[in-house]
T-cell receptor, first 111, second 111 residues
Framework: NAGVTQTPKFQVLKTGQSMTLQCAQDMNHNSMYWYRQDPGMGLRLIYYSASEGTTDKGEVPNGYNVSRLNKREFSLRLESAAPSQTSVYFC??????????FGEGSWLTVV | SQQGEEDPQALSIQEGENATMNCSYKTSINNLQWYRQNSGRGLVHLILIRSNEREKHSGRLRVTLDTSKKSSSLLITASRAADTASYFCATPLGNDYKLSFGAGTTVTVRA
């Protein structure tokens, strides 16, 4: 039982490049999330998906897009990366309204 | 904007001592959760306390919730080196699908 798996673990991008962060969960959870974590800011919600087929904006959605591919997978895309998107990204999932289970994080640097 | 704020930002204690951290939040909630994050890892759920509960225990953890003051506390008793981590409170943001996290309290337990 892997829980929440996200890839890649580390990535360096040049300004303007695009990339997709992949996330999959094997716990049959309805809800999935993408957060970013910056020093001194805690975690901020980028996008979430309450159930398969739905996605909604969180606190900081600008510059990102998401796809809920199926119940297991929720990807986060940066279309044109900017240095301000340098951060640690966490995918997470939950049975709605309950404990959130996090992946191990993806460290993204935009130069 | 972030719903919860932890206090203090950082805490350094001797092994065996107790560690107490607080969380204040802004709007009415139906539950509050605490999470731990070890360096370089994802967040791990510790405990959930509902709005009709005043205190909850889990092993060496004790959580209180005062809805009239919009605050919660997390007490770790008889701390160990393995308790060195950042601790975050999380509250529902708008609805149960989304959680808002504070900036966290970094706890260092000295041997």
């Amino acid at each position: 039982n892997a829980g929440v798996t996200q890839t890649p673990k580390f990535q360096v991008l040049k300004t303007g490049q695009s990339m997709t962060l992949q996330c999959a969960q094997d716990m049959n959870h309805n809800s999935m999330y993408w957060y970013r974590q910056d020093p001194g800011m805690g975690l901020r919600l980028i996008y979430y998906s309450a159930s398969e087929g739905t996605t909604d904006k969180g606190e900081v959605p600008n510059g990102y897009n998401v796809s809920r591919l199926n119940k297991r997978e929720f990807s986060l895309r940066l279309e044109s990366a900017a240095p301000s998107q340098t951060s640690v990204y966490f995918c997470a999932s939950s049975v709605t309204g309950n404990t959130i289970y996090f992946g191990e994080g993806s460290w993204l640097t935009v130069v | 904007s972030q719903q919860g704020e932890e206090d203090p930002q950082a805490l350094s204690i001797q092994e065996g001592e107790n560690a107490t951290m607080n969380c204040s939040y802004k709007t009415s909630i139906n539950n509050l959760q605490w999470y731990r994050q070890n360096s370089g890892r994802g967040l791990v759920h510790l405990i959930l306390i509902r709005s009709n509960e005043r205190e909850k225990h889990s092993g060496r953890l004790r959580v209180t919730l005062d809805t009239s003051k919009k605050s919660s506390s997390l007490l770790i008793t008889a701390s160990r080196a393995a308790d060195t981590a950042s601790y975050f409170c999380a509250t529902p943001l708008g609805n149960d699908y989304k959680l808002s996290f504070g900036a966290g309290t970094t706890v260092t337990v000295r041997a």
